[in-house]
């Protein structure tokens, strides 16, 4: 079948501080691969995508790499700020589908 | 503009009532969907509509009925409310082009609180 497994949180970080928040699929055929983050009270809005293997999605000092030999799809950002706080979905649709699967979540809080 | 709108943003009320939320995208978008959202921010696919048409129905309560009038709207509709049916319910919407996907827009979610 179709999933998205994400690391569990909750993450706490320092301000500046390096951000690893890993993401690995499974797809019955060829998906697009998505960074959804979600802010207190706020519905979901898109961080990044990738739509093919060895994309690189970025925004907003955030990247993601479409990584189809290990299946995986890790977000990263290099220095967080308190604004970061927020909880960050993985997700995946397939081109011929007609949902999209999201992970379970990493809630992070970044911390002055 | 917002691009997906629904309403209302809260909603409390008794067990046993029912009550709607309606979505609307301003996006031209083929495919509209609804999302639950528990208490522990999992997202679970409701329901999917292409053009009006239903193509997904998961596992849920059949007191629960999605009703899409135009391919701009898709509202819920939930008999019988129960304690279990407290969260957050998401709609969201994204373009049918051909086998190419791209991403999902959601509306701000619909707090239900069932007392």
């Known amino acids: 079948g179709n999933s998205v497994t994400q690391m569990e949180g909750p993450v706490t970080l320092s301000e500046e501080a390096f951000l690893t928040i890993n993401c690995t699929y499974t797809?019955?055929?060829?998906?697009?691969l998505f960074w959804y983050v979600q802010y207190p009270g706020e519905g979901l809005q898109l961080l990044l995508k990738?739509?093919?293997?060895?994309d690189k999605g970025s925004n907003k000092g955030f990247e993601a790499t479409y990584r189809k030999e290990t299946t995986s799809f890790h977000l990263e950002k290099g220095s967080v700020q308190v604004s970061d706080s927020a909880v960050y979905f993985c997700?995946?649709?397939?081109?011929?589908?007609?949902?999209?699967?999201f992970g379970t979540g990493t809630s992070l809080t970044v911390i002055p | 503009d917002t691009a997906v709108s629904q309403t209302p943003k809260y909603l409390v009320t008794q067990m046993g009532n029912d009550k709607s939320i309606k979505c609307e995208q301003n996006?031209?978008?083929?495919?509209m969907y609804w999302y639950k959202q528990d208490s522990k921010k999992f997202l679970k696919i409701m329901f999917s509509?292409?053009?009006?048409?239903?193509?997904i129905n998961e596992t849920v309560p059949n007191r629960f009925s999605p009703k899409s009038p135009d391919k701009a709207h898709l509202n819920l509709h939930i008999n019988s409310l129960e304690l279990g049916d407290s969260a957050v319910y998401f709609c969201a919407s994204s373009p049918r082009t051909g086998g190419a996907y791209t991403e999902a827009f959601f509306g701000q979610g619909t707090r239900l609180t069932v007392v």
């Open positions: 997700a995946l649709t397939l081109n011929t589908g007609n949902q999209f699967y």
């Open positions: 509509y292409n053009n009006k048409e239903l193509i």
């Open positions: 996006l031209g978008h083929d495919t």
């Open positions: 797809a019955t055929g060829y998906p697009s």
């Open positions: 990738a739509t093919k293997a060895d």
